[in-house]
Structures are given as structure tokens and as C-alpha cells.
């Protein structure tokens, strides 16, 4: 068989790195993750910083470079059995591990201030593409330690809480005024309310800020909230597992400054904002709400 030119791996040997663990290492590197989050039980000792910056852009937590480690010793494992594929993280950024053609994103802790202000929301996502855009993700692992929810997701095969299926034919929710009934919103500057305030007061009824991106595009996926909306750009490590829960869910997601919907890059830069709705009709309620894409 010949060679991929891309990075040296046969066609055989990415099928085989599509189709390994990679549930089973991401519930031990969330086992993981709550462990070092139990040896911190309090504010004080989550807030320890590390003195440098991650390739998101924010501080480095210890926790955050904890639970970094965590998920690369899973990392390392599935490499050492055969897999060949490439990391970007949001602390260390891209890691090669011999092939930029099966890409894993990672976010260690999405919502790292609520998890050090011991607020429930905080999740560890992780996601696994076969090209570099949200639409090739083809697994999402997203697990939420305030509830201690599992979410699953595989292209193709549908989206599980806790193991259950997640119904595709749930539809958003409006009051008498035709507005969201429930909207999750995130990026939530207070500056930026202000400038989407006004289309906010058209597009929904309620709002809810979880102060995570990957958790709440989860809510949306579950149909507890009838859409979610960031107020400025997500980055790939952020939404890449949660957006495919949405869709794998029957919902519909959109990147509004990409020239495909489903094009943002995965990586650690804010491209685009991020909308998703149960309906392709929620999703055309919110596309005014963004104002910074």
C-alpha cells in the first residue's frame, strides 16, 4: 500500500488511529482531571497560578497544567499502541505525533473560572477531527464535574448522555412573542451585552450564562436550552466537542465570519463567533446577536 503523502501514514494506519480508544482515554483523563481538582477543594488552592500563558491566550492555572498533563499521558499511551495523530491544546498549543492529517483538540478545563471559584459549570472537551475544520470532528467527549454528566458524541452515530441517546427531533421552544424561550449565552463581558443587548431583547425570552462553551452547547444538544450564542469569537479547543453534540443531537451550528458554516479552523485563535439553535429557524433568530466574529 502506498504511502500518504501527508505525514508519511497509510490509509490502513489513520483508519486504525480513527478507530482507537479514544472514549476510553478521555474517562481516564477526566478520572484523572477530577482528582486533581478533589486535592483542591478550595478557591484559594485553584487559583495558584503557574506565571506563564497558554497558547489560548490566558493564564495558565496549575490545575489547568495539571489536567493538561493528564490528557497527554493519554495522549502518550494511545501513541505508543500505534496511533499517529496531531495535539492542539489550549496550554501547550500543537504537538506532533506523527500526523497532521487525524487532528485531537483539547480544552483541559473549559470554564477554568468557574472551577476555581468552585462554580458548578466546568468541564474537560476533547475532540477528534479527520481534516481541520468543526465539520470533520468525528468524536467529542465533553465531561461536566458540576453535575457529573458524560456527553459523547460520534459523527454519524448520534449523541449520548450518561449513556443514553440524546432524541434529533426535539425543537426549540418560543414564547407568545415568538422569541427563545431559554438562550445560552457566553463571552459574557459586560461591555459586550451591552453592545448585543438590544438583540438579545429580540431573540429570546430568558437567558442563562454557564461561563462555559463546550458545557453549554451541551445544554443546547439536550434541548434544556433552545439555542446558545457567543458574543465574540470561540476558539476551536472551546467548541469543537460541544458543536458536534449539537449536531449529532439534530441541531444545527453555524460560525458566522467562516465562508462555510462549519469551517473554523481548530486551533487556539478566535475565528469566528459560534451559534447553535435546535432548528436551523433558531439559528436564524440569533445571527444579529454577535457583534465581535
Known sequence: MLEDPLGGVTPSERSATLGADWLGACRAASAALGEILAARPSTAERVAVTGTTGHGGDETLVIDADAESAVFTELDRLHEQGARFTAVSEERGTV???DPCVIVIIDPIDGSMNAKRRLP????????ADGNTMGDVVFGYVYDYGPGEEWVARRGEGAFLD???????????????GKLELLGIESADPRWLREAGDDLVAAAHRVRALGTIAVTLCQVAAARLDGMVTLKGCRGVDAAAGQLMVREAGGVVEFPSCNDPLGA??????????IAGRTAAAVQTLRPVPKRR
Open 96 to 98: 506532533d505525533y506523527g
Open 163 to 177: 449513556g443514553r441517546r440524546l432524541p434529533t427531533d426535539v425543537a426549540e421552544r418560543r414564547d407568545a412573542d
Open 265 to 274: 479552523p481548530l486551533d487556539t485563535d478566535p475565528h469566528s463567533a459560534i
Open 121 to 128: 459549570h466546568h468541564s474537560i472537551s476533547i475532540a477528534v
